[in-house]
C-alpha cells in the first residue's frame, strides 16, 4: 500500500468536471500535491451538486465527465506523479428521482418480487406490505392529484411506476394508486411511519444493504474497474458507520482493490479509537482537526465567556436534542427497533421510550459489539440516572442489544442479531441530527468549537495536551488523514481561526453583544451570538451569503423556527438583524470595527493552525481553494466555486525553488497563506525522510505559553498562539527555542538556525511561523 504524503480535495460537480480538474494538475503538482482526492463520481441526481445521492452504481456520471473525463484526470494525474483517491458512497442510494435509479424504480414497480427489494432496507410488514413514500402535501385531498400519464403515476413532476396488471381503461388513479406496492403518503408522516432505512433524516436517501452479497458486487463493480484499469489508487469511504458490518464491508474492499489506502469518514468522541480490526489507514481528519483547533484557544476565557453565553449544560443539551431527535425525525427508526423486540418482554411503546432514551445517553457515534459493548453499559448507566422509572425496561433491552439475549435461543455470535445491529446503526444518526445537526446552532459559548467530529464542552488544548495526542497519532495510525476545513465543516479553517481570538478577548466580546442585543433584540441571545461570531468571524462577506448563512442556522436549531415549521415573523425579525450589520450605522459599526480588530490575530491563528495541520503526524489534506484566506460557512457556502487562476496567478508570483523572492507579507491577499502551504507540501512531497518521527521542542522563558514546536526528525514546526495575549505581555522578551542539533533553514523565509537555544524574536521575526529543515549534507 502507497501512503499519500497529502491529499488536495476537489468538489466535482457539472460546473467543474473531471475534465476540468485534469486541467488543474499542473497547479495542483507545482502546489506540492501528492495525491488529488476527489468527491463523489458515480451518477447522482440531476443537478446534484455533492454526488452523494448516487442514483446508479454502474457508471461514472456523466455530468461530471464521465468515464473520459476520469481517465483523462488519472492520466493526467500519473504523468505528473500524483495519485487518485475517490469519495465513495456505500451506504445509501438517492431516489428523489424513483425514475432516474432503476433498483427503486425496480422495487416500486414490483414490491418484494423484485430482485432489488434485498438491496434496500424495507420492513415490509409494518406498512402492511407496501412501501410507504412521504411525497403528499397537506391537504385533505392530495391524492385527488394524481394523474396518469404514459403509463406512469404522476404527482405534480413526480412519476410513479404502474405494476403489471393494476391499470385497467376506466381505473381512476387512485384505485390505481392503492394496488401498487407502495403507499404514498404525507411527508409529515415520515418521522412516525416510514419503513425503510434513510440517511439520517433524508427520506431521498434510502439505505443500501451492502453487506448482502451480490449488492455489494453491484454496487462496486464500477469501482473495481478502477483499481483493475490504474485509475484510482484509494478509496475515501463515506459514513461506514450506516453499514450493518463496517469491519467486513472494509475487508471486502480491501479484497476488492489489493490492499490500496482506505480512509473511513468517522467521527471520534474524545480519545476513543477506530476499531482494531478495521482494514483502514484511518479516518478523514475531524480528530485532528478538533486538536489543532484548540491550541488556539485561550483556556483562561472558559468562565468568561461561559457566563456571557449563559448557556445550559453542554452534557444536558445534547441528552434533550439528541432525545428530541429520537422522538421526532428518526421516531420511525426507534419504533422499528422497538418493533424486534418480543411482545411477551416488552410493550412496544415502553420499548420506544427506552430506545430513545438509551440513544440519547449513547456517549459516542456507534459501538462496534462485542468490543464496544463498554459503550453501551455506560449509555446504560446514565440512562437508569435520567429515567429510573424505566429501569425494569433497561433490564429486558440491555441483554438485548449487546446480543446475549434472554433465553435458549441467543445467538452465539455476540452483537450479530438484527436488533443489536440495527441500535448501533441507529446511535449514529441520533448523535449526528441531534448533536451536529441541532446543538451545534444552540451552543455558542464560543462557535469556533462547535465543529464535527469536536466537543465543545472541551475548551482548549495546553501544548503538553497536544503533544501527547500528536505522538499517539504518530504511534497509532500515522496514515490517517489531517484535515482543517472539509466540504462537511460548519466554518472554514480561517472563519475558525479568527472566532478563536474571541477568547482572547471574553469582555470585550461579551460587551459588543450586549450593545448588539440592545440595538437589535432577537428573543434569542444565543441563535443572535451565533449569527454576530459568523458575521465577525467572515467579514466581509456578501449579504446573501449572511442571510442563508442565518435562516439555516436558525432552522437548524429548531427554536424560534424550523425546517418543518418555519416562523414567518421570527424569521423577518432575524433577516432584519442581519441587514442591520449592513445598513445600521452603530450595529455596522461595532461588527465592522471588532471583525478589523481581530483580523491580525486571525490570520496568526489561520497560519499556524495551517503549519502545524500541514507538518503534523498524519496525512494532510488541502481543501479546495483553502491555500488562501477562505472565510467560508457551513454548506452550501463552503463549496462555492474556486479561483484557480487567481490562485495560479499569486503561486507564480512567488518565484520557483531557489530564487531570490521577496517573503509575501501577511495582507488581505492570502499569498502568505499559499507561500506557506506550497513550501509544506513541498517539503513533505521532496523529502519524507524528515517526517519520520515525533518529538517537542523544548521552550524557556516568559513567553513560552506562545510558543508550540515539534520536531518530526528533521522537518522543525514552530508556531505563534495567544497572539494578542503575547502582545499585552510585551512580546517574546527573551523566550528561547531549543533547536536540535544540525544546520536548519526556514522555508518560509530563507533564514538559517544552528542547533542550540535559539531566540524566538528572531525566528518569528517575519512571520508568526517557522517551517525549519535539516539542511542536506553536501
Partial sequence: MRTPRSTYRLQIHAGFTLHDAAGLVPYLSDLGTDWIYLSPLLTAEDGSAHGYDVTDPSAIDPARGGAAGFRALAEAAHAAGMRVLVDIVPNHMGVATPRANRWWWSVLSEGPASRYAEAFDIDWAAGGGKLRLPMLGEGSDELDRLRIVDGELRYYDHAFPIADGTFGPGDSPQAVHERQHYELINWRRADDELNYRRFFGITTLAGVR??????????????RRWFREGLADGLRIDHPDGLADPAEYLHRLEELTGGAYVLVEK???????????????????YDALADVNRLFIDPDAAPALTAAAGAEPYRDLIHDTKRAVADGLLHSEVQRLARLVPAAELDAATAADAFAELLACFPVYRSYLPDGAGYLEEAGRAARIRRPDLEAAFDVLLPLLSGGGTGPAAPPEPGTDELALRFQQTSGMVMAKGVEDTAFYRFTRLTSLNEVGADPSIFALEPYDLHLRMLRRQQEFPASMTALSTHDT????????????????PEEWAGA???????????????ADLVWQALVGAWPLERDRAHAYAEKAAREAGQGTSWTSPDEAFEKQLHALVDAAYDHPEAHSVVASFAERITPAGR??????????????????????TELWDHSLVDPDNRRPVDFALRSRLAAGLGRPGENRPVPPIDETGAAKLHLTREALRLRRGRPELFS???????????AKHVFGFDRGGALTLVTRLPLGLEAAGGWDGTTVQLPAGTYRDGLT??????????????FGTYPVALLALEEEL
Fill in 693 to 703: 518521527g515525533y518529538s517537542a521542542l523544548g521552550v524557556a522563558g516568559p513567553a
Fill in 604 to 625: 496568526s491563528n489561520a497560519l499556524g493552525a495551517k503549519l502545524v495541520q500541514l507538518t503534523m503526524p498524519g496525512v494532510p489534506d488541502v481543501y479546495q481553494g
Fill in 513 to 527: 453583544v450586549t450593545r448588539l442585543e440592545a440595538l437589535l433584540p432577537l428573543g434569542d441571545r444565543a441563535l
Fill in 267 to 285: 467521527i471520534l468522541e474524545h480519545d476513543e479509537a477506530l476499531p482494531a480490526g478495521w482494514a483502514a489507514a484511518g479516518t478523514t481528519g
Fill in 210 to 223: 451492502v453487506e448482502v452479497p451480490w449488492v455489494f458486487e453491484e454496487t462496486h463493480a464500477e469501482i
Fill in 490 to 505: 460548519k466554518r472554514s479553517e480561517d472563519t475558525r481561526a479568527r472566532i478563536s481570538v474571541l477568547s482572547e478577548l
Fill in 750 to 763: 530563507g533564514a538559517t538556525y544552528r542547533g542550540g537555544e535559539t531566540d524566538a524574536g528572531t525566528v
